[in-house]
């Protein structure tokens, strides 16, 4: 899978150091990976969930560790993950974070 972007996840280790490596792993994992469906994508992780946002789009959440989780948008037949959002898992208990999306 082809992630953009890059940078996206070096600013969210900076700002949460305790994320880097369940971060470096998710990276790594995806970008070997070549899911064609949500159902590959949790076998790879088995706690993503997809979820509907306010505009009405799915969007998969990957629970990284019990503190964080990393909203994306997969493109299964372009094999690209648009990084969304990163949450700490308060901020994403909230739920606002759906009303932006």
Request: proline share 2%; no cysteine; charged share 25%.
């Amino acid at each position: 899978m082809r992630i953009i972007a890059r940078k996206f996840l070096e600013a969210a280790q900076r700002s949460h150091p305790k994320a880097r490596a369940p971060l470096d792993h998710w990276y790594r994992v995806t970008r070997a990976a070549r899911w064609n469906n949500f159902v590959e994508t949790r076998q790879t992780f088995a706690h993503a969930d997809q979820v509907t946002v306010r505009s009405r789009r799915t969007v998969t959440v990957f629970n990284l560790t019990n503190d964080f989780r990393l909203i994306t948008a997969i493109h299964y037949n372009r094999q690209e993950v648009f990084t969304l959002r990163f949450l700490t898992h308060a901020d994403y208990s909230k739920d606002t974070w759906k009303d932006s999306l």
